[in-house]
């Protein structure tokens, strides 16, 4: 970060009232009456109407609309186990991005006592207390915490809550990369059931992006994962037998990076800056795929990877092309989920999103939205990014955060697929779906 941006956003952060949220009235209170129905003594009526049917708290509260964004601050983006209290402005921050993009009223939650003597997280611990939140909240948001706790506590909150639960940090990132990724391939003459991948990251995202692949259609015998000590391999001693890593543990040596990418058709970058060269990309298969996502700065630089042969590359930066964003799905995928009052954000929603976002980045631009992202992305529109029929190719495999037309589209998909999928607990007409969220946003 320089430190230009890192003084602005102090003082961005300082400056008036203090943090970046604050709660806001949905019903007047200005005189006496208003006083007695929001509380004492009518609001007795809606308390006595829940504690006879418990999902009236649906219809009487903002449950239906509020998620909580929880954190212990162990795996901060870019920052590592910074704690609970440095963690707090990330937190804060995802709320904004819950309620620009989708008018969604997200909380952060940032946990303290849920670590072991060594500072790692206690998975139990944090687990127990976030199940006591659910009375309150129509979804969580697990977010920034390590490997493998993480794994454990989304699996094991998932089976007891009631309420969707998603741990961004895994999922998001692998929803966002597939869109690309299906486009990409698209543009290369590649089917996804024939590359060869390379995941350098080894830890929460890296592990779920491989899965999520495999989902879709990848294959496993097609994966490569390395970490910091180089491929993950059964004859490593350090690989834990049954632990997430162990998954992909492939029977030759270990080997290294370079030796890793020789051949591969796509690199999927979650780790840490310039370990990519360009004369590892040269060994890649013929115009090969690179998604470099480490932040801030990339695996790759994205012109050195052309320049070394590549066809498309993306990173995690809104100042190169193809930013894959984890706010072009949460917002979305969280408003389809909230909306049929889904128990669950499953398999088959996740994909949905992914098809959404794969689709709107073939689509032809509407004029209204080019207008939006001409103010939004000048760069870009100079470029003629948006332009054409269908605007897909090399520099445009994704759509952009700002494009109006990406939150109301994957939650029409996602609020299908958990409709279709046996998830959601209320109906919605998907016919008018689209266009109301679209007015929603404009109206929050």
């Known amino acids: ?24 009235t949905t019903k007047p209170c200005l005189n006496q009456k208003d006083l007695s129905l929001a509380y004492s003594p009518g609001v007795a009526g809606p308390c006595l109407e829940i504690e006879k049917d418990k999902n009236a708290v649906w219809n009487y509260t903002a449950k239906g609309n509020m998620v909580a964004v929880v954190s212990d601050g162990t795996a901060v983006l870019g920052l590592g186990n910074i704690g609970p209290e440095a963690g707090l402005p990330v937190m804060e921050g995802k709320a904004i991005l819950f309620k620009r993009f989708a008018d969604i009223d997200a909380f952060p939650i940032c946990l303290k006592e849920v670590f072991c003597a060594d500072g790692k997280t206690d998975a139990d611990k944090l687990i127990e207390t976030v199940l006591r939140l659910e009375p309150t909240f129509g979804g969580i948001n697990l977010e920034d915490i390590a490997a493998p706790a993480c794994f454990k506590i989304e699996r094991e909150l998932k089976k007891k809550m009631g309420i969707p639960v998603f741990h961004d940090d895994q999922h998001g990132t692998a929803i966002i990369s597939l869109s690309a990724i299906i486009n990409a391939c698209k543009i290369t003459g590649r089917k996804l059931s024939d590359c060869k991948f390379v995941v350098n990251g080894a830890g929460a995202a890296g592990i779920s992006c491989a899965e999520y692949y495999i989902l879709a259609g990848a294959k496993r015998e097609n994966f490569k994962l390395c970490d910091s000590k180089g491929v993950i391999s059964k004859k490593r001693k350090d690989i834990a037998p049954g632990s997430e890593k162990a998954r992909f543990a492939i029977d030759g ?43 801030p700065v990339p695996e790759i630089n994205p012109a050195e990877a052309l320049k070394a042969g590549a066809s498309v590359v993306g990173t995690g930066r809104s100042d190169y092309p193809n930013q894959i964003n984890n706010v072009l799905g949460f917002p979305g995928i969280f408003r389809g989920a909230l909306d049929t009052r889904a128990t669950d954000i499953n398999e088959e929603m996740k994909l949905a999103a992914s098809k959404a976002l794969a689709e709107l980045a073939t689509e032809k631009i509407p004029t209204s939205v080019i207008d939006v992202l001409k103010k939004a992305y000048p760069g870009d529109f100079s470029k003629g990014i948006f332009s054409g029929d269908s605007p897909l190719k090399a520099e445009f495999v994704i759509p952009k955060p700002f494009d109006p037309r990406v939150v109301p589209k994957v939650a029409l998909y996602v609020a299908e697929a958990a409709m279709r999928s046996s998830v959601a607990t209320v109906k919605i007409n998907l016919s008018k779906y689209e266009k109301e969220v679209a007015e929603r946003i404009v109206a929050g």
């Open 1 to 24: 970060m320089s430190e230009k941006i890192f003084v602005e956003s102090c003082e961005y952060h300082s400056s008036g009232r203090k943090g970046k949220i604050a709660l806001k």
């Open 253 to 295: 040596d270990a080997g290294t990076l370079e030796d890793a990418v020789e051949g591969a058709d796509i690199f999927i970058g979650l780790s840490v800056a310039d370990c990519l060269s360009s004369a590892m990309v040269k060994k890649m298969a013929k115009s090969p795929i690179i998604f470099a996502m480490a932040n």
